[in-house]
C-alpha cells in the first residue's frame, strides 16, 4: 500500500505516520508514505500557493495550479491515476466499511486543504472521493489523511503482529467490540468475568458475541439494524427488547 499525501506540511505527516504500528509497517516496507510539498509547484520564489477568493469573503484560497502540477507529480511517478481523496466536513463521514474498500488500492492521494479551501475547479479534475471524519472543523487536512491512512493501514497484511486482531474488533459485523481484561484477576474490588477464566473456547466466545450486542444496543443502537446477525442472535435481542419493556 502507497500512500501520497499532498500537502503544504509535509513534516506534519512525516512525524505522524513514523511511530508505533504504522511507523513498524513503513521500516518493514509493508506501507509506504510519500508526502509531496504542494509548495514546491507553486511556480514564484515566495511559494505561495493561495490568493483572495473571487466574489470576495475572508480568508485565502489555495490555487488550482499548484495542486494540480503536486498530483501530476504523483501520477508521472506510479504511471497511473489512483483513487484520490479530498477530506473535508462537506465529505461522506468515514467508518469501517470504507476503511476495508480504501484498504484493497494499491496506491491512494490524500489532497489535504488549509486557508478556506481548496480552488473547486481543480477538486472536480482530481479527486475521486469526498471525506469527513466528523462534523467539525480543523485548520487542515493532514489530521483526518492520518486518521484515514491509521484505519486502513491497520487492514493490510503484516501491519499487525497479529492480523487476526483487525477482524475482531470494533465495527465487525457492524457491531461494538465486546470488553477486554487482563490481568490481575481483580482490581479495586472489581474481577474479571469467570466466563474468561473457565477455559471453554466456545462458551467465551458465545459470551463474547453477546457483549457486542449489548454494548451496541446501549451505545450505538444505529448500528443494530445493519448488524450481521444470526437468527439465533435475532431471538436473544427481541428477549432482551421484551425483558425492558415488561
Known sequence: MNFHVL????????QGVHTSITGRAI???????????????????????????????AGMVMQPGPVYQSYQSVIQQIGY????????????????????????????????????????????MIVTDYVSIGDYVLTGGE?????????????????????????FESFHDNLLEYPQYTRP????????????LSGNHPKVEQWRREQSILRTMKQ???LIKSANLT????????????????
Open 143 to 167: 489530521l483526518p489523511s492520518m486518521v484515514v491512512m491509521d484505519a486502513v493501514s491497520r487492514l493490510i497484511p503484516g501491519v499487525l503482529n497479529n492480523d487476526v486482531s483487525a477482524e
Open 27 to 57: 521500516d518493514k516496507g509493508i506501507i509506504r508514505v510519500n508526502t509531496v510539498n504542494i509548495r514546491d509547484f507553486a511556480g514564484n520564489k515566495y511559494g505561495q500557493v493561495d490568493d483572495y477568493p473571487y466574489g470576495g469573503g
Open 7 to 14: 500537502t503544504l506540511f509535509p513534516e506534519m505527516i512525516d
Open 220 to 222: 450505538r443502537p444505529d
Open 231 to 246: 437468527e439465533e442472535e435475532e431471538r436473544f435481542i427481541q428477549s432482551l427488547k421484551s425483558k425492558n419493556t415488561k
Open 81 to 124: 491515476k489512483p483513487r484520490v481523496i479530498y477530506l473535508t466536513p462537506q465529505g461522506n463521514v468515514f467508518h469501517q466499511k470504507m476503511a476495508e474498500e480504501f484498504s484493497q488500492d494499491e496506491d491512494i492521494i490524500f489532497l489535504c486543504g488549509h486557508y478556506e479551501g481548496i480552488d473547486e475547479r481543480v477538486l472536480e
Open 185 to 196: 484477576v481483580e482490581f479495586m474490588g472489581k474481577k474479571v468475568p469467570e466466563i474468561l
